[in-house]
């Protein structure tokens, strides 16, 4: 047969379970029906009766819950995947069952879009592809997509930052497509639609389009959108057919109280003085006496006994809250899991399937295989407060990274490196241990050993490296945590692993840092102080290698500065530097641009981070950012205190401090956070960049250019804050720039309405 549509029902629901331990996401129920059931109503409401549908986790139980397609009179086939081929690559499964224009869906959504009105709009635009795109609140789990006025797309950005947030629209998962589509979808892999396919074509110039649509659309991604998705069918906000109120067959005391919006299922039994509110109760549930059910959802079989105490939880099949248990906003029961009599779950406690949380308990932390909570994550990395917790991270790293070899360092945590490194190794690991070192140190390694990434710890906290020491990205992080909440790690032991100890780590540390040719010895005076032995240690070797004759050394700058002497203060983590003479102290702005400076003189190029000053467009033109050695050399003079102390060194051998601070652009700084509720900071820079006429640019951020100076805005990562920092020239506009924008983002904070994304007073900007 001609598919008219695929659904695309291969997901885990890893940010479901407990309820997709043992339950395809799909087969999620909501009030009843299994979520992908919505979306075959909705194609056929829309004339669709051939329909196709993608498979990979738990098959089986897709095709007998909806075998051929005769509940819904429609006709399915089934798509298997021997292996995961992402999106497209699933998709890619049906070409030769495709014969026009069709639609994909996601089998774990839930909407009521209007597809013909879409497939007008795809047909009038003679479009490639067309993406159902929705306006919401918080775009971060999802892929932002920014479009034209005509609709066409212009750009994707995948599960955003705050500092990526230049649209509320997102896409939705829906797509129509027109056959050619396939010719675009490589053989092998993992291509994804929204990574991988729809970026690129948008990027070849082709006709790609994004429809807003004004129904209902939810992502069906974790519990608090699962139980979400229930009160708004029984809400009315979703066009679409479903069961509410008490089935005829369900058995109710008159002496319940059932009040809101409820749907009590065929055979389920409430016993008098119970309460029922706002919530839903499968097939053959018990609810026993002076039991309250609030705002909650239990699935067939299961149990609330007398006076047990449900709010915003879900009991999977056959799960049981026993006499008096109490379980807060968020808690979930597993498949015939339990809470014991009398216990108290707290918000967010989840039990896996067929445990049990003891009579009487309180249960603080969800209940798995073992004990494991989401790891707390900053910017140094994950805090570690156990030895199981150390263990979990490492195991979810290697899963998550595909690793198969690394190193490990660590400043003043000997322990928590030692339980680190037998974790990795027990796990068929080979590691190189580097003992006590830098971060900086460790980043170096990894590139010069090609090895698959690193972990480094420091007091309470591990941070994990991948492949050049890059950092991990928010995905990846993600992906740890889904990791660690469901055990899902290489088994110990299964491999034969290494724990090497790093041999000649500092030699090799420093021939990365000296790659140049040096014969000129260094004639002027210099001081260096820092108040790590090894980084100063480090320190005495490397200028030796430059040929340092009158270059002294101690932890802390003293009184007995020498005539023309320079000093060097490098930070106890080596991370950074600040360079001194007998006159003044360089600023930070100031230290930057030196570096660039002796870099384009050493390697005839800079490299457009985004942290680099604009001010270094006036040493060098700026190259994109690229995997080149000579970027990721630029990246550690800018990172690394040692070596951006070596490279100034190397420089003053040819002119004296003084000298090269003259030959560079002036630059000046100034910079502002802004407190605001965390949920509205992807609203500020929204409409930020929605009014900003100046020549500005959306990368980690809003960067404008104004006549005089720059200004960033960048919502912080982890805080409620919005960060504003501006450059110019002279101090006085770089702190109006900065006053400006920061007006400009507090009365969108205050408006009383929360944000107002009406176009926001310009002003006057700095002259």
């Given at each position: 047969m001609s598919l008219q549509a695929i659904i695309m029902a291969g997901g885990e629901g890893e940010r479901l379970r407990p309820l997709t331990c043992l339950l395809p996401k799909p087969l999620a129920p909501l009030l009843g029906e299994p979520v992908m059931g919505y979306a075959v109503k909705l194609l056929k409401r829309h004339g669709m009766d051939s329909i196709g549908v993608t498979l990979w986790y738990q098959p089986d139980k897709i095709r007998r819950a909806f075998g051929r397609g005769e509940k819904y009179r429609v006709r399915m086939k089934y798509f298997e995947e021997t292996e995961p081929m992402g999106t497209?690559?699933?998709?890619?499964?049906?070409?030769?069952?495709?014969?026009?224009?069709?639609?994909?869906?996601?089998?774990?959504?839930?909407?009521?879009?209007?597809?013909?009105?879409?497939?007008?709009?795809?047909?009038?635009?003679?479009?490639?592809?067309?993406?159902?795109?929705?306006?919401?609140?918080?775009?971060?789990?999802?892929?932002?997509?920014?479009?034209?006025?005509?609709?066409?797309?212009?750009?994707?950005?995948?599960?955003?930052?705050?500092?990526?947030?230049?649209?509320?629209?997102?896409?939705?998962?829906?797509?129509?497509?027109?056959?050619?589509?396939?010719?675009?979808?490589?053989?092998?892999?993992?291509?994804?639609?929204?990574?991988?396919?729809?970026?690129?074509?948008?990027?070849?110039?082709?006709?790609?389009?994004?429809?807003?649509?004004?129904?209902y659309w939810c992502d069906v991604g974790d519990q608090r959108a699962y139980l979400q998705a229930q009160r708004d069918l029984l809400a009315g906000r979703v066009d679409l057919p479903h069961p509410s109120g008490v089935d005829p067959n369900a058995v109710v005391s008159p002496e319940a109280k059932v009040s809101g919006n409820c749907w009590i299922g065929p055979g389920t039994v409430v016993e008098k003085g119970a309460v029922i509110r706002d919530s839903v109760l499968g097939e053959g549930c018990t609810v026993g006496r002076g039991a309250v059910i609030e705002n909650a959802c239990l699935w067939d079989e299961s149990q609330a006994q007398e006076k047990a105490r449900i709010a915003g939880s879900v009991l999977c099949s056959g799960a049981t809250a026993r006499i008096g248990a109490e379980m807060g906003d968020g808690c979930a029961l597993g498949e015939r899991a339990s809470a014991g009599a009398w216990s108290l779950l707290k918000p967010g406690v989840k039990i896996w399937p067929h445990l049990k949380a003891a009579p009487g308990a309180v249960v603080s932390h969800s209940v798995t295989a073992g004990d494991f909570t989401a790891p707390q994550w900053t910017d140094q990395g994950a805090d570690c407060d156990s030895m199981e917790s150390a263990c979990a991270l490492c195991g979810a790293f290697i899963k998550v990274l595909g690793l198969r070899r690394a190193a490990i360092a660590h400043r003043d945590a000997e322990a928590l490196k030692t339980v680190a490194a037998g974790a990795l190794s027990a796990q068929g690991l080979r590691v190189l241990d580097g003992g006590t070192a830098s971060a900086q140190m460790l980043r170096l390694w990894i590139h010069a050993l090609r090895l698959d990434g690193?972990?480094?710890?420091?007091?309470?906290?591990?941070?994990?490296?991948?492949?050049?020491?890059?950092?991990?990205?928010?995905?990846?992080?993600?992906?740890?945590?889904?990791?660690?909440?469901?055990?899902?790690?290489?088994?110990?032991?299964?491999?034969?692993?290494?724990?090497?100890?790093?041999?000649?780590?500092?030699?090799?540390?420093?021939?990365?840092?000296?790659?140049?040719?040096?014969?000129?010895?260094?004639?002027?005076?210099?001081?260096?102080?820092?108040?790590?032995?090894?980084?100063?240690?480090?320190?005495?070797?490397?200028?030796?290698?430059?040929?340092?004759?009158?270059?002294?050394?101690?932890?802390?700058?003293?009184?007995?500065?020498?005539?023309?002497?320079?000093?060097?203060?490098i930070s106890d983590d080596g991370a950074e530097v600040i360079a001194f003479t007998a006159q003044r102290a360089l600023s930070k702005e100031e230290t930057v641009l030196l570096l660039l400076a002796l870099f384009y003189r050493q390697e005839g190029g800079l490299y457009d981070l985004a942290y680099l000053p604009r001010a270094a467009a006036g040493i060098s033109p700026l190259l994109p950012k690229d995997d080149s050695e000579r970027c990721f050399r630029l990246q550690t003079v800018l990172g690394d205190g040692l070596a951006g102390m070596l490279l100034m060194a190397e420089g003053m051998k040819?002119?004296?401090?003084?000298?090269?601070?003259?030959?560079?652009?002036?630059?000046?700084?100034?910079?502002?956070?802004?407190?605001?509720?965390?949920?509205?900071?992807?609203?500020?820079?929204?409409?930020?960049?929605?009014?900003?006429?100046?020549?500005?640019?959306?990368?980690?951020?809003?960067?404008?250019?104004?006549?005089?100076?720059?200004?960033?805005?960048?919502?912080d990562a982890y805080r409620g804050l919005v960060r504003v920092s501006s450059e110019s020239g002279d101090s006085e506009t770089a702190k109006e720039l900065c006053d400006f924008y920061q007006k400009k983002i507090e009365a969108l904070v205050e408006a009383p309405s929360g944000i107002s994304l009406k176009k926001p007073e310009q002003g006057a900007p700095p002259a």
């Open positions: 497209a690559g699933s998709v890619k499964l049906a070409e030769k069952c495709i014969g026009g224009t069709f639609f994909i869906l996601s089998g774990d959504g839930l909407t009521d879009c209007d597809l013909t009105q879409a497939l007008r709009f795809h047909q009038r635009k003679k479009a490639l592809a067309t993406l159902v795109l929705k306006s919401v609140p918080m775009p971060l789990p999802y892929g932002v997509v920014l479009t034209d006025r005509e609709g066409r797309i212009t750009r994707f950005i995948e599960k955003p930052g705050w500092n990526n947030v230049f649209s509320d629209l997102v896409n939705t998962g829906i797509y129509i497509l027109e056959p050619e589509i396939f010719s675009h979808i490589p053989d092998g892999g993992s291509p994804d639609f929204g990574k991988d396919i729809f970026p690129a074509l948008a990027a070849a110039g082709l006709p790609i389009y994004g429809y807003e649509t004004k129904g690193g972990v480094y710890c420091q007091g309470q906290t591990i941070r994990f490296l991948g492949r050049d020491g890059a950092a991990l990205t928010q995905r990846q992080r993600t992906a740890m945590s889904a990791c660690v909440l469901r055990q899902d790690t290489p088994p110990a032991f299964a491999k034969k692993g290494e724990l090497i100890p790093l041999a000649g780590a500092e030699d090799l540390y420093l021939a990365q840092l000296i790659p140049w040719k040096t014969e000129t010895a260094l004639l002027s005076p210099v001081a260096v102080y820092c108040a790590d032995p090894k980084i100063l240690c480090l320190a005495k070797e490397g200028l030796s290698r430059l040929n340092a004759r009158n270059a002294r050394f101690a932890d802390k700058p003293g009184e007995d500065r020498r005539p023309g002497e320079t000093g060097f203060l040819r002119e004296p401090m003084e000298a090269l601070l003259k030959e560079l652009p002036s630059v000046h700084t100034h910079s502002r956070e802004i407190p605001c509720r965390a949920q509205d900071k992807g609203k500020i820079l929204h409409a930020l960049c929605e009014n900003e006429t100046r020549p500005h640019s959306l990368n980690d951020g809003l960067h404008v250019r104004h006549e005089n100076g720059y200004a960033d805005i960048v919502p």
